[in-house]
């Protein structure tokens, strides 16, 4: 990739006159890309970060690791992050399609950018005529690398692992690859062709695959990229078969690994970072209002090394690999003891502060300018009172809500939050200058979308290795928050569901006993007077009977709003059971019960009066005022009460049955 030059002192000199020229406005562009961590796409954006640096413009780069665990939901959760563009607030759009592997996310954001009526550049895509399209000739490289292997080497029986065909990339390989096969007069058999998706892992299932055919084993097996070429000469090795002795390989894109391996592989070499030069070149012409050619094609040169039997006349030196290959591994360890030391401490957290705190401690090895923690308004709210009883088809999947919050803005080693911003304004604050390189990545756990991250001017997501394993831990540490908040939330409803009467609304016997306890044995160890009042409705049976059961729940809730309003001063009050109620008080004096129960008929007769019922509320009470002996017990006390009670129900029978004689 170094031996392209991208831009001329000339170049630099006439963009900025450009930028001049655009009235001091900052040029805001969007890049949309899958898989920033590897080879091809760290290549793109390495000459689109140039460009901007250079010029003083905005990059937000918006990238999804998907497909990368093979898991669906978890993928779903990734793309999602395609959904927080907003295009209204860009100048232009960089596509990068060709990276993302889900054709469904594809179109969408092809729609998207389509109707946004900005200046588009897509790279290796000549599927959308409409878009200005920065080419890679993939066809004449591919051709010349076939050809080599037939003629140069004489393979006879040539095997294929290609990319998915819905990629154009893809296309063009495997359609240059069948093309010489012609011109040779060779059959591509399509038992040797293998589709993959441009995964590694596609390398060792494509062997599979060949060996597992009964065909005989080939002379050479030509792979649409490195990555599954050297997958492909692992599972070789592995089945005792030596490349190129017995099975010549071949790969395409010369990445870092592929010119390290050993044998070395015969591949191509590609202008990755002239591209993505070219592309915001392009862009920023149409910006400007300028013209811009509708396709630009670069050339991609072939590399023939050790993998086909050449010897490498592209080597590169071993001093220079050797300090390459220690800065790599170095950089790794310093991740990996990121990663462990922040799991290990997040594993600890139980509040989302906690969470948070942690998680800002390690930011600053990161080495960016700026990260920010972006979570939906409702990330939390898997169970509580707005969220009981909807499924979880209806957490947060598909887009972001319409606020956000950033508990956590590290800023040069400043720590601050936002408590509430606009998705729609992605960045929880604006940047000041130009110049930034914005990543936006992903939050989420499987397809329940938390938030997302922004880290600015940091290498971090394109160089390091674990990158992504950073992101899942982070967003698996704040869905355990999640679970733990949901789960106390739970809790505390079961709780309340053991201790509240659902009709009416206050304590059941269970919460009456646990509370009405603690003032039991406040009293008695005080030396203070209890005060415990026993109601019993009358004539619920008469309302139930002649007005049905729903006017007789209505009824006792009504007397349990009287007996709740009478509760004052640390009174507690419960449903005992059935249609009897309770009240029970510390520190009374014998003229609180009778204040109470003066309290309590006339909030009944008002009652009556603002309901207008063709029956009445109503209900006899008994209350003592006793301090407590050491023999007695709390239902001691309670079994008085009753007893009182009942002695006036009877007694109003009696006066209703003497009014009638």
């Not at 907003?86 to 990068?96: A, E, M, P, R, T």
Request: net charge negative; aromatic share 8%; with cysteine.
């Amino acid at each position: 990739m170094g031996n392209f030059p991208v831009h001329s002192s000339l170049d630099r000199s006439y963009r900025k006159d450009m930028i001049t020229k655009m009235n001091g406005k900052i040029i805001e562009i969007a890049l949309i890309v899958a898989g920033i961590d590897e080879e091809y796409q760290n290549g793109v954006l390495e000459g689109v970060i140039s460009f901007a640096k250079e010029n003083n413009v905005n990059i937000s780069c918006f990238s999804a690791f998907g497909g990368v665990i093979s898991n669906n939901r978890y993928d779903e959760g990734e793309y999602n992050i395609y959904s927080l563009v907003n295009y209204s607030k860009f100048d232009g759009v960089i596509l990068l399609n060709n990276t993302i592997g889900a054709p469904e996310h594809k179109n969408q954001i092809i729609e998207k950018a389509r109707a946004s009526k900005l200046p588009v550049v897509v790279l290796d895509c000549d599927d959308f005529p409409e878009f200005h399209n920065i080419r890679i000739d993939n066809t004449s490289a591919m051709k010349e690398i076939v050809r080599h292997v037939i003629t140069q080497h004489s393979a006879k029986t040539i095997s294929y692992v290609s990319g998915p065909l819905a990629n154009p990339e893809a296309r063009d390989r495997y359609e240059a690859f069948l093309s010489v096969m012609a011109e040779n007069g060779l059959a591509a058999d399509a038992r040797r062709v293998y589709f993959g998706e441009f995964r590694a892992i596609d390398g060792r299932r494509a062997v599979e695959s060949f060996l597992k055919s009964g065909l005989s084993v080939p002379d050479a097996i030509v792979c649409a990229n490195d990555a599954m070429a050297l997958s492909v000469i692992a599972e070789l090795e592995r089945n005792g078969y030596r490349v190129p002795e017995d099975i010549i390989v071949t790969g395409f894109d010369n990445t870092y690994n592929a010119r390290h391996h050993c044998p070395a592989l015969t591949t191509v070499l590609r202008p990755l970072n002239m591209a993505g030069y070219k592309a915001c070149e392009a862009l920023l012409t149409l910006i400007e209002g300028g013209q811009a050619e509708q396709e630009i094609m670069l050339e991609a040169k072939p590399v023939f090394t050790e993998s086909c039997g050449c010897r490498s006349v592209f080597a590169d030196d071993m001093k220079l690999y050797k300090k390459s290959a220690y800065k790599l591994i170095d950089s790794c360890r310093t991740d990996i003891s990121l990663l462990n030391r922040m799991t290990s401490e997040l594993a600890e957290t139980e509040t989302a502060e906690e969470n948070i705190s942690v998680i800002s401690r390690f930011i600053g090895e990161l080495d960016c300018e700026r990260c920010c923690i972006c979570l939906c308004s409702e990330w939390n709210g898997a169970f509580n009172e707005k969220w009981r009883g909807r499924t979880a088809d209806e957490y947060q999947i598909h887009g972001y809500t319409k606020t956000m919050s950033a508990p956590l803005i590290w800023d040069k080693g400043e720590i601050r939050s936002s408590v509430s911003f606009f998705s729609a304004d992605m960045q929880p604050e604006p940047l000041t200058g130009g110049g930034n390189i914005s990543y936006f990545l992903p939050l989420h756990f499987r397809e329940r979308c938390l938030g997302y991250y922004v880290i600015t001017n940091g290498d971090f997501p394109i160089k390091s290795l674990l990158c992504h394993s950073l992101m899942m831990n982070i967003s698996n540490s704040i869905e355990n928050i999640r679970k733990l908040l949901s789960l106390n939330s739970v809790i505390q409803e079961l709780d309340r569901l053991y201790v509240i009467d659902p009709l009416c609304g206050i304590f059941n016997r269970n919460g009456f006993i646990r509370e009405a306890d603690i003032l039991f044995r406040q009293c008695k160890e005080n030396g203070s007077p209890l005060l415990i009042s026993f109601i019993d409705m009358d004539g619920l049976k008469l309302i139930n009977d002649n007005y049905g059961h729903k006017e007789g729940d209505f009824a006792l809730q009504r007397l349990a709003s009287v007996i709740t309003e009478c509760c004052k001063n640390g009174r507690i009050c419960a449903r005992f059971g059935g249609d009897e109620f309770i009240i029970v008080g510390a520190d009374a004096e014998e003229e609180d019960a009778e204040a109470l129960e003066r309290s309590f008929k006339s909030r009944l007769e008002s009652v009556n009066k603002m309901i207008g019922k063709p029956y009445e509320v109503a209900a006899s009470i008994g209350t003592i005022v006793t301090e407590i002996q050491p023999d007695k017990t709390l239902f001691n006390l309670i079994t008085q009460a009753d007893e009182i009670m009942y002695e006036k129900k009877k007694r109003k029978k009696t006066s209703r049955y003497l009014r009638k004689a």
